[in-house]
């Protein structure tokens, strides 16, 4: 019954940065793991960066490490996902998942996520 929000995206120039929020309701996730995505029309849904819920700690893909940062605010209930030296490549859709089980272990796979965000598009120009 959890229901995920983000917000953030928008248009930015190669090179900018931008913040990703997802807002969490109807469950505290304090101890769920939660994780981005981000997907293009016609490509596959893409893992970006996951946080645990036991240390925080973080995995991120190849494409964005170093770049992006994943990280949550358990008094706020939201994650969040800094994005800096964006590249045109970043263009996408967003999403925010949560892991319905709860002590759920890390993962880079969609499979493993139950429940979704509406998704924020992130659009980075040349």
């Known amino acids: 019954q959890v229901q995920l929000v983000e917000s953030g995206g928008g248009l930015v120039q190669a090179g900018g940065s931008l913040r990703l929020s997802c807002a969490a309701s109807g469950r505290t996730v304090s101890t769920y793991t939660m994780g981005w995505f981000r997907q293009d029309p016609g490509k596959e849904r893409e893992f970006v960066a996951v946080?645990?819920?036991?240390?925080?700690?973080?995995d991120y893909a190849d494409s964005v490490k170093g770049r992006f940062t994943i990280s949550r605010d358990d008094a706020k209930n939201t994650l969040y996902l800094h994005m800096n030296s964006l590249k045109p490549e970043d263009t996408a859709t967003y999403y925010c998942?949560?892991?319905?089980?709860?002590?759920?272990?890390?993962?880079?796979?969609?499979?493993?996520?139950?429940?979704w965000g509406q998704g924020t598009q992130v659009t980075v120009s040349s």
């Open positions: 946080i645990t819920w036991r240390t925080g700690s973080t």
């Open positions: 998942a949560i892991r319905n089980r709860k002590w759920g272990s890390a993962s880079r796979y969609a499979y493993d996520y139950d429940t």
